[in-house]
């Protein structure tokens, strides 16, 4: 498997906020009065300034990642009801506030990591309204170190995908009570996250009923052949400009092939739109990450921990490194920035669609 960097949009992809001030420029050059104090081709000043500020608004959002923007949100949400239930200033928040809030945090059971989070949701939310923010004072800082000494209970560990789980899967899926659409997107979306490498959210859309065109993998995005697959990722957790990558994999002998899984999902779609998400349900609802993990904890194959899309990833990364692959293919492949696929590699150097093959 190999990705390449594209630079250019795919066809049809929606245009960021860049875009949007070029057409705005280009549409309002031929009308612009050219009188001093009438900016943004001549509306009046008061106008003017409320376009920029809608506009700075909307980049504002667009600085984070929108799964980040909804953990945010979730936070500051839960910030400002707790503010509401014992009639606290949410804004600008002392440090008695923020101090109170971790101790009810706490006294909810939520981790010294989760409690980070939703801080970090609060500031945002602070920075949003242009508010001051001191939540990371001395006595806070305690505070959260004191909140990581208490014990919590263990949570089940996040298991690395084998080839082993993929076709148990593939015997589990064939019995199970689904619709045949439902059962061939699973399988699809499964094989296609492992060997691909893929997180959960380059893929598969964000909720059943919405999407972004931007950011979820379409079917203009799928080119199948007849021995290969090419699969065209807007964007990621590190691209955040809509550069997108590319996604090549092999087809490979026995079930446990991305290429015939995805072909007779195909089949199976004959109604499919190129705009539409790539993987959607028999009833129309889009295919995420939260159904695709219940499917891998219902077919139980393991007793050791959890199954998740990410362990498909972790799973390659495994597997990948067990078959001789080299750290540069599998940092590439996964697009890993930082150290965490290190503890996988081992062993001599491979092609990629050679590591596919040895895999299965």
């Known amino acids: 498997m190999g990705r390449t960097s594209r630079s250019g949009r795919s066809a049809g992809a929606v245009p960021g906020p860049a875009a949007d001030r070029t057409a705005h420029t280009n549409a309002s050059a031929g009308s612009h009065s050219g009188v001093p104090g009438q900016p943004d081709g001549g509306l009046p000043r008061s106008d003017g300034l409320r376009h920029l500020d809608g506009l700075a608004e909307q980049l504002v959002v667009a600085g984070l990642a ?5 953990l945010y949100d979730a936070g500051a949400r839960r910030y400002r009801r707790f503010c509401r239930t014992y009639r606290l200033v949410a804004a600008p928040a002392d440090e008695q506030t923020v101090l109170r809030f971790i101790a009810h945090l706490v006294r909810r059971g939520l981790t010294a ?8 949701g609060v500031r945002h ?12 004072t001395d006595k806070v800082r305690l505070a959260l170190r004191g909140a990581a000494k208490i014990p919590h209970a263990p949570r089940a560990p996040r298991v690395a995908a084998t080839p082993s789980h993929l076709r148990r899967l593939h015997s589990e899926l064939g019995r199970a009570q689904m619709h045949p659409v439902d059962r061939a997107a699973a399988w699809a979306a499964v094989l296609l996250g ?25 079917w203009r995005h799928l080119t199948l052949k007849r021995g290969s697959l090419r699969l065209t990722i807007p964007a990621s957790k590190t691209d955040q400009v809509y550069q997108g990558s590319v996604v090549s994999l092999p087809a490979l002998d026995g079930p446990v092939c991305p290429v015939t899984a995805l072909r007779q999902y195909r089949r199976l779609r004959p109604d499919r739109h190129p705009d539409r998400p790539l993987f ?16 891998l904890r219902d077919a139980g194959l393991t007793r050791d921990g959890r199954l998740t899309t990410h362990s498909l990833r972790i799973g390659f990364a495994t597997a990948a490194a067990a078959a001789g692959v080299s750290e540069s293919v599998i940092r ?5 920035r930082g150290s965490s696929y290190l503890r996988y590699v081992r062993g001599p150097r491979l092609a990629v669609w050679q590591a596919c093959q040895a895999i299965v």
């Open 332 to 336: 590439v492949s996964g697009r890993w």
């Open 125 to 136: 939310w602070h920075v949003r309204r242009g508010a001051p923010w001191i939540g990371r």
């Open 113 to 120: 990591a989760r409690i980070s989070t939703v801080l970090a």
């Open 66 to 70: 929108p799964a980040t923007r909804r």
């Open 194 to 218: 492992f060997f691909g490498a893929l997180r959960g959210s380059e893929y598969l859309s964000p909720t059943a009923h919405t999407y972004d065109p931007r950011r979820t993998c379409q």
């Open 280 to 295: 959607e349900r028999a009833d129309g609802r889009h295919c995420t990450a939260g159904w695709l993990n219940g499917v």
